[in-house]
């Protein structure tokens, strides 16, 4: 299978969708760069949530912060200011906002002493770029052109979101992950979270090895012109 599970139909529909709400942005003077920036700082937010444990609020900004990321792209569209600077900036900061996150989710586990979490927090990070790398990559060697590599491989940026965002909510309504000595390793909203991150880790694994044999049946091209501010760059 080499289709994302999330079609670029739906993709065309979701971004009509939010242009509504972000010509509202523009109106009230934010440009797309600084809604760039508005969304990163909710994924530090975040971060600092899940280093607290307080997963349920975590989850509730990573799966905002998502949606919020789709409005930088649409402005930019709609008001005709797409660039290839804006792309740059919304690629970059979406992959820094990513990691921080799990950085965050990391801390989170090191403080509940769950040191499976740690693992499979740092593993689900490493696969998660892994996947943005391959198409940023394909691109710059002229594989791949335009936005075609965001329709390979199962776990695009979006369904990682939507699986960190339900595992978050679920460790939080489990009665999260704070130590009980005679509880051992996996109690409560451990294993939830355990395996979200798992799920994300092998998904996004799976992704990448998709996106490469993608690449390796393709003619190489000229570069392709970079994509225009979007909040899918190299999901």
Same mark, same amino acid.
């Given at each position: ?19 509504? *709400? ?18 990163? &700082? ?31 792209? #649409? ?27 799990? *950085? ?6 090191? #403080?509940?002493?769950?040191?499976? &979490? ?50 978050? *909510? ?66």
């Amino acid at each position: 299978m080499s289709g994302s599970i999330v079609s670029p139909e739906t993709r065309a529909r979701v971004r009509g969708l939010v242009v509504p *709400i972000a010509l509202a942005f523009g109106k009230v003077g934010l440009t797309p760069n600084a809604l760039t920036l508005i969304g990163f &700082g909710i994924a530090i937010i975040a971060a600092v949530a899940a280093a607290g444990q307080s997963w349920l609020l975590a989850g509730l900004l990573v799966v905002f912060g998502g949606v919020f990321d789709l409005f930088d792209g #649409a402005l930019a569209r709609a008001t005709g200011k797409a660039s290839r600077l804006g792309a740059f900036m919304d690629s970059v900061f979406d992959r820094w906002g990513e990691a921080i996150i799990y *950085i965050g989710i990391v801390a989170g586990c090191v #403080a509940a002493d769950f040191d499976p &979490g740690v693992i499979l927090a740092a593993a689900a990070m490493a696969s998660a770029f892994m996947v943005s790398y391959a198409r940023a990559k394909s691109e710059s060697e002229g594989f791949t052109p335009g936005k075609g590599m965001a329709n390979i491989g199962l776990a695009p940026r979006e369904v990682r979101i939507v699986i960190l965002t339900v595992g978050l *909510i679920l460790t939080s309504i489990l009665g999260g992950t704070s130590s009980e000595p005679s509880a051992g390793e996996w109690f409560g909203g451990r294993p939830v979270l355990a395996f979200s991150l798992g799920l994300i880790a092998v998904l996004a694994t799976i992704t990448t090895i998709q996106r490469i044999l993608f690449v390796t049946r393709q003619p190489a091209v000229a570069p392709a012109v970079p994509a225009t501010p979007g909040g899918d760059q190299h999901p």
